[in-house]
């Protein structure tokens, strides 16, 4: 099975930056079966949204709502993912998920809270 671990949530100022990372790591992890890293926000009380994912190919894809702030990326091990977030918004304010989609599955890391003051 497959363990996802968010970091690097916080407190920033409106117009701030953060870059959350999501390692992931299992008994029979293999990185060349990871089809989809994604990140997806929930605030309570509301259903939880897609932020952003990237492919096997590198290739990206973001919400509407942090396109040209948000950038995804992992490293070269493909054991890690990162979101990068610029000029955060009090709107941007959530429990950040990231999600791989590993060889059958979905997996789900436990979130980490980002917090955007006015």
């Known amino acids: 099975q497959v363990q996802l671990v968010e970091s690097g949530g916080g407190l920033v100022q409106a117009g701030g930056s953060l870059r959350l990372s999501c390692v992931a790591s299992g008994t029979i992890f293999n990185s060349n079966s990871i089809r989809l890293m994604g990140w997806y926000r929930q605030v309570p009380g509301k259903q939880r949204e897609y932020v952003a994912s990237i492919i096997s190919s590198g290739r990206t894809n973001y919400a509407d709502a942090v396109s040209g702030r948000f950038f995804i990326s992992t490293n070269n091990a493909r054991d890690v993912a990162f979101l990068q977030m610029n000029s955060l918004k009090p709107e941007d304010t959530a429990v950040y998920y990231c999600?791989?989609?590993?060889?059958?599955?979905?997996?789900w890391g436990r979130g980490t809270q980002v917090t955007v003051s006015s």
């Open positions: 999600k791989f989609a590993y060889g059958a599955s979905d997996f």
